[in-house]
């Protein structure tokens, strides 16, 4: 097992990507916190995990609200004693969310503190929680969006998972030599609930599909083989990274 005695946090980790993450996290032998805003998802994902023999603990957090992080993260040291990977998962999109001159303030700001802020507020107190016991892993989840015009009309979107690429990229170059590691996955078009509204219109899907070299959406798991790379001692010479699992998009 990849992850055995590491202990993991992973956000959102009650649907989608995250909850496979998760799920694949303690497999390899990780301690998993759940990290998550809704008890029913989080408590699915818990009771997956144990079902299946892995070790996990479910705390309801709000990552939009620093002091919930805070204590999140003081919650995960108290029960495993220390923090090996930290997995930034959430993320939303607006339907509200428009080109620049036509998007609100207050859209902008939703998303830039859900998609943003939570990212900062969780690597800022799990960092400090790396540094205490020798080092760590820090896995962003990033977006096409952020890289290419792919979606320019969702301008708060794209520029918040920009912001947390430059994070990414902030941290691997400033803790380095204190053996804490930043990289950036780069998921393409998933098929996960937070574009659930999205595909249900067909043609939407099909030039999503059309839109990847593998002519196909994204899985949930997709991602799952690069989080468990990211996280495990393979990666210990791995820093400031983007890795993708887009299906070829970004490629085009």
């Given at each position: 097992m990849k992850l055995k005695n590491k202990v993991a946090i992973v956000t959102g980790a009650g649907a989608g990507m995250g909850r496979s993450v998760a799920?694949?996290?303690?497999?390899?032998g990780a301690s998993v916190v759940i990290a998550e805003i809704n008890?029913?998802?989080a408590n699915e994902t818990l009771a997956e995990i144990v079902s299946n023999g892995g070790d996990a603990i479910f705390v309801p957090v709000n990552v939009g609200e620093e002091r919930q992080v805070e204590q999140m993260v003081s919650s995960a040291v108290k029960k495993y004693g220390r923090i090996d990977v930290l997995y930034n998962n959430v993320a939303k999109m607006h339907k509200q969310d428009a080109k620049v001159h036509e998007l609100s303030t207050e859209v902008w700001n939703e998303l830039m503190n859900v998609n943003m802020n939570s990212a900062f507020f969780c690597c800022k107190y799990v960092?400090?929680?790396?540094?205490?016991?020798?080092?760590?892993?820090?896995?962003?989840v990033g977006s096409p969006t952020a890289l290419v015009a792919c979606s320019s009309s969702d301008t708060a979107y794209s520029c918040s998972k920009s912001g947390g690429h430059a994070l990414a990229r902030v941290i691997a170059g400033a803790y380095g030599k204190e053996n804490i590691r930043a990289n950036i996955i780069i998921p393409g078009t998933m098929d996960t609930p937070m574009?659930?509204?999205?595909?249900e219109d067909k043609k939407i899907k099909i030039d999503l599909e059309n839109a990847a070299m593998l002519g196909r959406l994204g899985a949930s798991n997709d991602v799952d083989g690069l989080a468990v790379f990211l996280a495990?001692?393979?990666s210990s010479y791995c820093t400031g990274a983007y890795f993708t699992a887009d299906g070829g998009l970004t490629a085009l």
């Open positions: 799920i694949r996290y303690a497999k390899e008890d029913d998802l960092i400090a929680e790396m540094l205490k016991t020798g080092g760590g892993s820090v896995i962003i574009i659930k509204d999205i595909i495990s001692d393979d």
